[in-house]
């Protein structure tokens, strides 16, 4: 069995169609960062735009915007989004972030973007598997961090542990940003799911968003400290995986 397992023929799949444009030199990359945004069965229409409006309004917001630029040493970004177990769409290439305009072409593209698929599951360890494989196609960073935003569990194809066994993920962080989107009542599976099964690798977190309306705040919250955390990192990378 190869290096990829069961899963050898989906990730040579991934990479012969990863015709990704990247970024220019990185040798001065500090972080490369992966957002996946969830378009699945569950996130209705009205939630789908409040997350794409949240995340173009978090990635200009202030505070956000000086933790990007809190270093000399650029950020390389790339998007997109997913559901089903062959639904992963990119909304952008990846992008070299040096300055304030390059930040805000790349919220300009999210929030114009259009969702791809609107009738697919929740397939998260095929997302996971598309990050990785963006992440080996693209900049070459100090470091590697992923995050997986959604609303739901995985119910579709194969989960994340074993995407996490069949796919490169040595030496990548993974962040989870749940959205409790059910108000009133308690999510028994979703946090647990985030945090026992996808966060994964240094210095790992969980940001919860109370609802889609909650979307822009969470996400803020989890750019902010992700991006400082690897300004402070760049002397003394974490050693192990804890939070």
């Not at 209705?44 to 956000?64: F, S, W, Y």
């Not at 000086?66 to 997913?82: G, K, Q, R």
């Not at 698929?117 to 990050?131: C, E, I, Q, S, V």
Request: hydrophobic letters at 45%; one cysteine or more.
């Amino acid at each position: 069995m190869g290096q990829h397992g069961k899963y050898r023929t989906l990730v040579r799949a991934a990479v012969l169609a990863g015709s990704y444009l990247l970024a220019g030199p990185a040798d001065a990359c500090r972080l490369a960062l992966v957002l996946a945004i969830d378009v699945s069965s569950s996130v209705n229409a009205t939630e789908d735009t409040l997350q794409r409006g949240g995340l173009a309004a978090a990635l200009i917001a202030p505070d956000v915007q000086a933790a990007f630029f809190a270093s000399p040493d650029p950020v390389a970004l790339a998007v997109f989004e997913w559901s089903g177990r062959y639904n992963q769409n990119d909304l952008t290439s990846w992008v070299l972030i040096e300055t304030p305009a390059d930040l805000l072409a790349v919220a300009e593209t999210i929030a114009t973007s259009k969702r791809s698929h609107n009738d697919f599951p929740t397939a998260m360890g095929h997302a996971l598997g598309h990050a990785a494989i963006r992440l080996q196609n693209g900049p070459a960073c100090l470091f590697r961090t992923v995050d997986m935003a959604g609303d739901g569990v995985n119910n579709d194809g194969f989960g994340p542990a074993d995407a996490y066994n069949a796919f490169p993920f040595a030496n990548v962080t993974v962040n989870g940003l749940v959205v409790n989107a059910a108000e009133f009542e308690a999510e028994t599976d979703l946090i647990p799911f985030y945090r026992d099964q996808v966060i994964r690798g240094p210095g790992a977190f969980l940001e919860i968003a109370n609802g889609f309306e909650d979307y822009e705040t969470a996400m803020r919250r989890k750019l902010v400290r992700e991006l400082s955390a690897q300004v402070i990192g760049q002397a003394a990378p974490p050693k192990d995986g804890s939070g």
